[in-house]
């Protein structure tokens, strides 16, 4: 597995779990891994989205229960449920890159006389 990219970090949504939960592949709220893993975490969390981002590159949410195990989700989250004791939230991508400045529109050049 690969970690995501370093840029991505989550956002917190709401309490209770994402009603759209998809379970990991190998384990409905598997084990934190080793620190030798490439997905690892100290920050259980951010470990939670390198997960849900690994096993579902198009992931755009996820959320953990209260031994900050991890849950993915198949959509956005926007519904939540449940216990109050589990959080969800929102993956945030990179920013969007930077405007390219825009030069002016000029006519094409004339060609030249015969």
């Given amino acids: 597995p690969s970690p995501p990219p370093p840029f991505a970090t989550y956002a917190f949504i709401g309490v209770g ?49 209260p031994g900050k195990r991890c849950g993915c989700s198949s959509g956005t989250c926007s519904v939540q449920g449940g216990d109050s004791s589990y959080a969800s939230y929102s993956i945030v991508g990179p920013p969007p890159p930077p405007s390219q400045p825009t ?12």
């Avoid at 030069?103 to 015969?114: A, E, H, L, V």
Wanted: net charge negative; with cysteine.
């Fill in 17 to 65: 779990w994402c009603l759209d939960y998809l379970y990991l592949p190998k384990d409905a709220y598997p084990d934190i891994l080793p620190a030798s893993s490439p997905l690892y975490d100290s920050d259980r969390v951010q470990e939670c989205l390198n997960r849900c981002f690994d096993a579902y590159p198009a992931s755009v949410a996820f959320y953990v229960n």
């Fill in 103 to 114: 030069s002016p529109s000029r006519p094409p050049p004339s060609p030249p006389p015969p």
